[in-house]
Nanobody, 124 residues
C-alpha cells in the first residue's frame, strides 16, 4: 500500500470552504480506491466519501452529500476533498485511506493504509 500525506486543513467559519489533498507515493495509485474519513474527539472514525480506482464512481455519507466533492487525479497521485458550506459539526481530523476493494468502499476495515490526518475546525 502507498504512503499517504494529507494537507489543506485549517480553521474556517461556518459556511466557508476548504479543499483537502492527499498525496500518495508509489506507482500503483490508479489501482486503489480512495476514501476520506473523519474522527472527532471521543468518537469513532466516520466515513465521509470514497472514489473508485478509475474515478468513475463516488459515494458520500448522508451528512456531507451535496456539500462535499471527492475527486482524484491519477496523473498526480492525488485525491481531493472539496468541502463547501462547512458546519461546526464537520470539525474533526480528516484522514485519507487507500483500498484494494472494488468499487467505493465505505468501512475502515476496507482500507489498508492511512495518512496522518489533517485538522479541520469550523467555528460558528
Amino acid at each position: 500500500q502507498a504512503q499517504l500525506v494529507e494537507s489543506g486543513g485549517g480553521s474556517v467559519q461556518a459556511g466557508g470552504s476548504l479543499r483537502l489533498s492527499c498525496a500518495a507515493s508509489g506507482r500503483t495509485f490508479s489501482g486503489y480506491a480512495m476514501g476520506w474519513f473523519r474522527q472527532a474527539p471521543g468518537r469513532e472514525r466516520e466515513f465521509v466519501a470514497s472514489i473508485s480506482a478509475n474515478g468513475v464512481y463516488t459515494y458520500y455519507s448522508n451528512s456531507v452529500k451535496g456539500r462535499f466533492t471527492i475527486s482524484r487525479d491519477n496523473a498526480k497521485n492525488t485525491v481531493y476533498l472539496q468541502m463547501n458550506t462547512l458546519k461546526p459539526e464537520d470539525t474533526a481530523v480528516y484522514y485519507c485511506g487507500s483500498s484494494r476493494s472494488v468499487g467505493v468502499p465505505t468501512t475502515p476495515t476496507d482500507f489498508g493504509a492511512w495518512g496522518q490526518g489533517t485538522q479541520v475546525t469550523v467555528s460558528s
